[in-house]
């Protein structure tokens, strides 16, 4: 078997696994790419680009060897408004600005931040996503009257994209439980596009949505006006469309990197998605991001290294050259049957099942994360939404921690020994357990189990020790953390705090 290195990725690549999981991926990224394109209202060639110039830009230039990425969902759902509202033109403007925002992010190290997303936000974001999916699909089953006018369709008509969506579905189900060797939705495809053309079904098919025919990708500068009011319209769309290629991707990188026991590196990504997103503007993609189900195809198939990639690219782009005239006669429900499955796949079922078992805040989180992916479909403000309430939970749980046990000793010294952190949640519970005017002359304050967190706190220990002065009373504080001793030193220009001086844990002395 010849294996070798390439692209400096020094595990040996076994070619063969290389060459079927790519064609596998390839396979799998078409059916997706066009039903995406069709939703959005474009041309399906606009999908297949972008699948195209996403997997082979990401799989040269990516930060994770095995990953995929392609004309995704989760971008183009968010665009959709845009290109309702101005047209094809601003949506290539959109993805261009938008992987310019994904190179900053890579190029000033931002990536880590995807870590401070919760699990709850990310049940609600991938659950919101699937029911926008699903509910696209039945979108589907309207046709263009005459008048220009969409209407459902009626009687036969009807009954034959039903059936034959209920079909789809059901082969897409059951092949995968006898082999994942051959991808399950291309195989629903070919059986409904053999039914369909052996009986002579009349059926909704691509060709009655748009031609597939195509060229290789050709350079196109947008053609909207250069101004300031275009990139108010723009921008919103863009950043949204950044953020959530970015929130995927970097999730997807840290399945993978799970999974195959290797790094990946989420900067490098950040900025290979961003040159990817920057080349599909130019050259009428729709853009997109990591795919994490073709990933999970390619990784199942075999695939470790960038190959499978760059064969699933190149596949893609021979299809579209040569491949036109036997995708324009697939049949839509084909299609509607495996995007039905894939947002069935993407509903994150086990958070359902663990709804009553977690906390009431990460349900709520959980269903409010997705009711605004789903209203809004603005998955970028439902994961920010997500995330900000989950950080208050955290804070409102963390400042009922805190706690003082009071004591005097044999001096009449009155000791407060504080458990739980002292931040800006936990700042008026922690003064309300002093009494100034009642304690003895001296008090100490012991932070053996506690910590000062942000300048709330300072400023709670700079009130408590005016409060203590004005009884011409002393506070003291013991046992601080070395960050704590050096956050109160950089700010002892706007306080007033003296510290004990503790040879054991050389707190800095008494000022």
């Known amino acids: 078997m010849a294996s070798l290195s390439i692209f400096n990725i020094s595990q040996k690549i076994n070619l063969k696994n290389e060459l079927l999981a790519g064609l596998t991926v390839a396979m799998t990224m078409i059916p997706e790419s066009l039903s995406f394109a069709i939703l959005a209202g474009l041309s399906p060639l606009t999908g297949l ?14 930060g994770r060897p095995g990953m995929v990425s392609g004309g995704a969902g989760a971008t183009i759902v968010v665009l959709i408004a845009l290109i309702k509202s101005h047209g094809v033109e601003y949506l290539f403007s959109a993805i261009i600005l938008g ?34 999916i699903f509910m696209a699909q039945v979108e589907q089953f309207k046709i263009i009257d005459a008048n220009g006018n969409a209407e459902w369709m009626q009687g036969l008509q009807f009954y034959i994209m039903a059936g034959l969506t209920i079909l789809t579905v059901a082969v897409v189900y059951f092949f995968t439980k006898i082999t994942k060797i051959v991808p399950a939705s291309l195989v629903a495809i070919l059986v409904i596009f053999g039914l369909v053309s052996g009986l002579g079904i009349k059926t909704k098919t691509v060709a009655d949505i748009a031609s597939v025919s195509g060229s290789l990708p050709s350079f196109h500068i947008p053609s909207v006006p250069f101004s300031l009011e275009t990139l108010q319209i723009v921008f919103p769309y863009a950043l949204v469309m950044a953020g959530v290629g970015l929130i995927e991707s970097l999730l997807t990188l840290s399945m993978v990197d799970e999974i195959t026991n290797t790094k990946g590196n989420a900067n490098k990504e950040s900025v290979a998605q961003g040159l990817a997103n920057i080349t599909n503007g130019f050259f ?20 470790r290294a960038r190959i499978s990639g760059i064969i699933a690219s190149v596949t893609i782009l021979i299809i579209i050259l040569v491949g036109a005239p036997f995708i324009e006669k697939i049949p839509m429900a084909a299609l509607v049957g495996v995007m039905m499955m894939v947002a069935i796949s993407t509903f994150q079922w086990v958070s359902v099942r663990v709804a009553n078992k977690m906390p009431k805040s990460d349900v709520f989180v959980g269903i409010t994360v997705a009711l605004i992916t789903i209203v809004l479909h603005n998955l970028a403000l439902a994961v920010l939404v997500g995330v900000i309430i989950s950080a208050l939970v955290f804070a409102w749980d963390n400042a009922k921690r805190i706690r003082a046990k009071k004591s005097v000793d044999e001096n009449g010294v009155k000791h407060y020994e504080i458990y739980g952190p002292l931040f800006f949640g936990s700042v008026t519970a922690f003064v309300e357990k002093f009494d100034p005017e009642n304690d003895p002359e001296n008090v100490v304050v012991d932070f053996k189990e506690s910590r000062i967190v942000d300048m709330s706190a300072i400023d709670a220990l700079n009130k408590l020790s005016k409060k203590y002065a004005q009884q011409n009373k002393k506070l003291q504080l013991k046992h601080l953390s070395e960050d704590c001793r050096r956050m109160l030193k950089n700010a002892e220009a706007v306080i007033e705090v003296n510290i004990q001086d503790d040879p054991t844990y050389k707190v800095m002395p008494e000022k």
Request: contains cysteine; aromatic residues 8%.
């Open 284 to 303: 009428g993609g729709m853009g997109g991001c990591a795919m994490v189900a073709q990933t999970l195809v390619n990784l199942n198939a075999g695939s």
């Open 99 to 132: 992987g310019l925002l994904q190179i900053c992010v890579g190029v000033f190290k931002l990536g880590k931040f995807v870590r401070l997303i919760p699990q709850p936000v990310m049940y609600g974001f991938l659950n919101g996503l699937a029911v926008i």
């Open 49 to 62: 680009y972008a699948a195209f110039m996403m997997g082979l830009v990401t799989a040269v230039l990516g």
